[in-house]
């Protein structure tokens, strides 16, 4: 079922029921986290391997402090410019957090959502809720309560509808290392934005010891995707192929095409993104090309999308 009910999401919730919830990011396929048999069907939903660990998703930061052990100085920093909102901290775990939600791992990735609708059902639980994307695993992040709706929908309690997601695209990973932060994955806040606070960004190190554990391949659409610096050398080397070509901007090109933004706007291809890779999906084309995108602010997050996409 689909609706707009906090109160019925908060309840269902409350008795160990999976409900999907809306975030400016992606929407989240929630559980009660201090529930094992709740968490674990989330893993059986989404069919998730159970080294892969979720997210803690808190009502405010003092509701975040309770589920690590550390709070660096970096963290307040990052909390107060951005929380509620698009970065989580991978940080030492409390006891309170079940091993379940790490994979076993000592360390806890938290943040706090900025959705309205999910901070109010957040405030009206005494538990944290566990969230991933709610996709099946390696399938396009949904970012529309009809998303979730018409894959998981009938495997769930309830999807709380909060509309399209504002950032489109998951949230940014860090870890932090002595007073620098460590970006594990990139997402809605941008390595610029940490940087204007003052603060000392490393990049990742993917594969090293603290990194999330992220898939290669993720994020992909059925039909193959393959980025092209020069669409019309792909269409002189391959003359009979079908393909749909995914646009930064508006253009005139000899082939089917669909539009992320009118003008290379980042924010707004962030936000097309995931849905209208899934458009492009129930297209007639047998591949998906798009173009390089541009490695600066949110592109570098767009950018890692696209290439997990296309392996
Ligand atoms: O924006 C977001 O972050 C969305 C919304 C729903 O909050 N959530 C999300 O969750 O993207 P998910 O599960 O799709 O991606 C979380 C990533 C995974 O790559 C996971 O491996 C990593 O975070 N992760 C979670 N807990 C971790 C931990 N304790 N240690 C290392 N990596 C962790
Ligand atoms: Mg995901």
């Known amino acids: 079922m689909i609706g ?4 019925k999401g908060a309840s269902l919730l409350s008795l160990g029921q999976l409900v999907a919830i809306p975030t400016e990011t992606v929407y989240g396929l929630a559980a009660n986290a201090l529930d094992p048999q709740a968490v674990s069907e989330i893993y059986r939903v989404k069919n998730r391997p159970h080294f892969n660990p979720l997210i803690l998703h808190c009502a405010s930061v003092d509701d975040a402090k309770k589920y690590v052990l550390e709070w ?3 963290a307040r920093l990052l ?4 929380w509620p ?7 030492p775990k409390s006891q309170l957090v079940p091993d379940l939600i790490t994979s076993g791992s000592s360390h806890v990735v938290v943040r706090v959502p900025n959705h309205p609708l999910t901070l109010d059902l957040l405030s009206r639980l005494d538990f944290p809720l566990a969230a991933p994307s709610a996709n099946v695993s390696n399938t396009v992040s ?3 309560a009809e998303h979730v709706d018409s894959t998981i929908g009938s495997k769930i309690g309830y999807v709380l509808d909060g509309g399209p997601c504002s950032v489109g695209l998951e949230s940014t990973i860090v870890a932090f290392d002595g ?3 460590v970006i594990l994955r990139e997402g809605g806040v941008s390595q610029e934005d940490i940087l204007k606070l003052g603060i000392h960004v490393k990049t990742n190190t993917r594969g090293g010891l603290k990194a999330p554990g992220q898939l290669k391949k993720h994020y992909s659409t059925n039909k193959p995707l393959r980025i092209v610096k020069d669409i019309d ?3 002189n080397q391959n003359p009979d192929k079908k393909a749909i070509v995914l646009l930064y901007e508006e253009k005139t090109i000899p082939l089917p095409s669909l539009l992320l933004s009118k003008n290379y706007n980042l924010g707004e291809i962030a936000n097309s993104l995931f849905h209208v ?24 997050a767009i950018a890692d999308r696209l290439e997990r996409a296309q392996l």
Request: charged share 25%; aromatic share 6%; proline share 6%.
């Open 142 to 144: 949904p970012t529309t």
């Open 179 to 181: 007073s620098s932060v």
């Open 4 to 7: 707009t009910d906090v109160a």
């Open 233 to 235: 050398e792909w269409m």
């Open 79 to 82: 909390s107060s410019a951005f």
């Open 277 to 300: 890779m899934r458009d492009a999906d129930k297209s007639e084309a047998e591949i998906i090309l798009v173009e390089p995108i541009k490695k600066q602010g949110i592109g570098r």
């Open 72 to 74: 660096p100085e970096e």
């Open 85 to 91: 909102g698009s970065i989580s901290f991978l940080l």
